[in-house]
């Protein structure tokens, strides 16, 4: 049975976690970043890759990969739209959604 005050504590914690994001992103916004040519390649790969049709039913697992690849395409619109490249490195003001988007992933 679901212990109905644990989720409610829950719900609380998720508000409070909310406002540390909203001090956050006042206070950070963009980071500036370097990439390897090679890793920054990929995200601008994903980006420019056509993934239309429908997904059908997921497993939590494949969910979490499909939103993992949306966070590296939205890097890769990043880096064609903005991205400075000096020899292979790519120099990129990055979001910090995006930013943190990357680091859970590398956990």
Same mark, same amino acid.
């Given at each position: 049975?679901?212990? /109905?005050? %644990?989720?409610?504590?829950?719900?609380?914690?998720?508000?409070?976690?909310?406002?540390?994001?909203?001090?956050?992103?006042? %206070?950070?916004?963009?980071?500036?970043?370097?990439?390897?040519?090679?890793?920054?390649? !990929?995200?601008?790969? $994903?980006?420019?890759?056509?993934?239309?049709?429908?997904?059908?039913?997921?497993?939590?697992? %494949?969910?979490?990969?499909?939103? %993992? $690849?949306?966070?590296?395409?939205?890097?890769?619109?990043?880096?064609? /739209?903005?991205?400075?490249? /000096?020899? /292979?490195?790519?120099?990129?003001?990055?979001?910090?959604?995006?930013?943190?988007?990357?680091?859970? !992933?590398?956990?």
């Amino acid at each position: 049975m679901v212990d /109905e005050e %644990q989720y409610a504590r829950y719900r609380e914690d998720s508000k409070s976690l909310a406002l540390i994001g909203k001090h956050v992103d006042a %206070q950070v916004g963009r980071v500036t970043v370097r990439l390897p040519r090679a890793v920054a390649e !990929a995200a601008v790969d $994903a980006w420019e890759r056509d993934e239309s049709g429908d997904v059908g039913e997921e497993t939590h697992g %494949q969910y979490e990969l499909r939103d %993992q $690849a949306g966070d590296l395409a939205l890097i890769g619109l990043v880096i064609s /739209e903005r991205g400075r490249w /000096e020899g /292979e490195e790519v120099v990129i003001d990055l979001d910090v959604v995006s930013a943190g988007a990357a680091v859970r !992933a590398s956990l």
